[in-house]
């Protein structure tokens, strides 16, 4: 097994927010960003896999592909832009493809770069298990696979496998510190989350629950799998609302859904006094918190582990063989409305 790298430091600024208290504004153009990007991939695979001929012809070729999970999801979106860009920054072709959240379209993407000859093989693995065919066609192919925030099974008996991404479980830890600082005595709260197959599903859920040892009055009610997407957080708080008679906080295991809970809670004039937490860091979710529409969420650096991406590409391109690429975490950025404004554009 691959020692973990640690790409920065944890902020202490977690320590002091909860000593006084771990896809508004840019609104447009995050929607710009998780939609734009499908069709700037779409035409970008098409000249790419036309250079890609020309040179491989030529013997120059090196290309890298990326299945991106969904274009929809603003992280995703944004993640895939920064990626494109810093791979290409190195003079690294990348052809990159949307699964638009389909776990055999996004295998069957990756059995495509392999027919297309790249020399590497990532994505934002759509699921830990359901992802497996993927990375052991990859491993059949002798091509690495890089996987982004999502672990595939079994990637550990590969070599060629190399994860990116950030400690999940720190980003459940960072929820329940926070609502044990804040949340008065005998809270009760409800928690959202992603499809439980996933393995950030059970890392933030586990961070979540040791965090909230520290408050035995805290009671979570129930659990719902609102698919980590807005429209099931909006329709499932809504019946939420008619279910229980006291709700302290919502915390959601992703932005969007955090973002569909806010909608439902203004539609029903709930707002003021259910705090409402997340993980991701999107654009809309930090102008939520700047407005008092959401309390918290564990921003993931896109930034920090696209150019992480893009320097294992590097690596790879120049030589170093994959075996000796150690795995890559970037800390999550705990953003409450203390320091919002540290984080938006």
């Known amino acids: ?36 990007p499908a069709a700037d991939g779409e035409a970008s695979a098409e000249q790419t896999d036309s250079a890609a001929t020309d040179e491989a012809a030529a013997g120059e070729a090196y290309l890298v592909g990326f299945a991106n999970n969904s ?43 392999i027919v297309q000859n790249v020399n590497v093989a990532s994505a934002i693995s759509n699921d830990s298990d359901g992802s497996v065919p993927a990375l052991e066609a990859a491993k059949t ?31 459940g830890r960072a929820q329940g510190e926070y609502l044990c600082e804040v949340l008065p005595e005998n809270a009760k709260i409800l928690y959202f989350t992603g499809e439980p197959v996933d ?3 059970a890392d933030r859920k586990q961070g979540l629950t040791d965090a909230l040892k520290a408050r035995s ?33 919502i915390v959601c295991q992703n932005d969007d859904a955090a973002l569909g809970v806010v909608e439902a809670l203004k539609s029903a004039g709930r707002l003021d006094g259910i705090l409402v ?34 320097d294992i590409f590097e690596q790879i391109k120049n030589g170093t063989n994959p075996a000796d690429i150690e795995d890559v975490y970037v800390p999550f950025k705990i953003v409450t409305a203390d320091n919002v404004d540290e984080y938006l554009k």
């Open 199 to 201: 393995q950030q599903y």
């Open 217 to 249: 009055d805290i009671e979570i009610m129930d659990e719902y799998n609102v698919k980590n997407a807005k429209d099931q957080g909006m329709r499932t708080t809504e019946d939420c609302l008619m279910s229980y008679e006291t709700i302290d906080a």
């Open 277 to 310: 937490l997340g993980v991701d860091g999107s654009d809309d979710a930090l102008a939520a918190i700047k407005s008092g529409e959401m309390a918290m969420t564990a921003l993931q650096d896109a930034r920090a582990q696209a150019q992480a991406g893009a």
């Open 1 to 36: 097994m691959k020692r973990k790298v640690l790409k920065s430091l944890l902020p202490v600024v977690l320590a002091a927010m909860c000593l006084t208290g771990c896809g508004a504004s840019g609104g447009d153009t995050a929607a710009e960003e998780s939609q734009a």
């Open 141 to 171: 192919a002798g091509i690495p696979y890089i996987s982004f925030l999502v672990a595939v099974t079994g990637g550990d008996d590969y070599d060629g496998y190399i994860y990116v991404g950030s400690p999940n479980t720190d980003a």
């Open 71 to 113: 274009d929809t999801y603003n992280y995703c979106a944004k993640f895939r832009s920064y990626l494109k860009e810093e791979t290409e920054a190195k003079g690294i072709q990348i052809m990159v493809t949307d699964a638009a959240g389909d776990t055999n379209v996004q295998n069957g993407q990756i059995d495509d770069f």
